[in-house]
Structure formats: C-alpha cells, structure tokens
C-alpha cells in the first residue's frame, strides 16, 4: 500500500485549499471499508487527527467542524480534504493515512 498527499500551499487567511491523498495497492472492499485519515503536525506539535472516513461517516476535530470537509473516492482510491476559511494555526504539515501506511506529507501554511 502507497499513500501520497498533493495540495498544499501558501495561502491567506480566509482562503481555501483542497488536499488529495492518492492510495495504491489496496483492493475495492478494502478502500470502502477502511478508515482512512487526514492527520496534521505543526512545528514544536504532535501529530493530530483532524478528520477520518469509513464508509460514509465521517468525524472531525472541535477545531475544523464547519470549515473542512472529508471525502472519498472508491473508484480512484482517493480521499480528498477540502479546507475553508483557513486560519494561521491550520499551518501544519498535513499527512494522510491508510492501513496504518503514512504518505510524505504536504505543507499548508496560512498567512494572516
């Protein structure tokens, strides 16, 4: 199993940014019915959950509730993150998750 994040870049606050993780390796069954998450750690931080899928339900963190969106794609093995009205703290290295496999990561910062 690969995971790779793409997206992330600078932009302002208030501004939006979609991230995509893109897996392989893995078959149907296994993508619908597994979790897969969207984690983020900022310099000096832990690494945090800030939102994951399985099937269609989805959670979140206190911190983006209303502002991000998860979502999947079981055809092209993807989950994406759609990120509104960001905030400098949102400024992280974002990371997704599969079958306990990490991808590199992708740089979101946030500028005020």
């Known amino acids: 199993v690969r995971v790779v994040e793409s997206g992330g870049g600078l932009v302002q606050a208030g501004g939006s940014l979609r991230l995509t993780c893109k897996t392989s390796?893995?078959?149907?069954?296994?993508?619908?019915?597994?979790?897969l998450g969207w984690y983020r750690q900022a310099p000096g931080k832990e690494r945090e959950l800030v939102a994951d899928?399985?099937?269609?339900?989805?959670n979140y963190a206190d911190s983006v509730k209303g502002r991000f969106t998860i979502s999947k794609d079981n055809i092209k093995r993807t989950v994406s993150l759609q990120m509104s009205s960001l905030k400098p703290e949102d400024t992280a290295v974002y990371y997704c998750?599969?079958?306990?496999?990490w991808g590199p990561g992708t740089q979101v910062t946030v500028s005020s």
């Open positions: 998750n599969f079958l306990d496999q």
């Open positions: 390796g893995s078959i149907l069954s296994v993508f619908t019915s597994t979790a």
């Open positions: 899928i399985r099937g269609s339900t989805t």
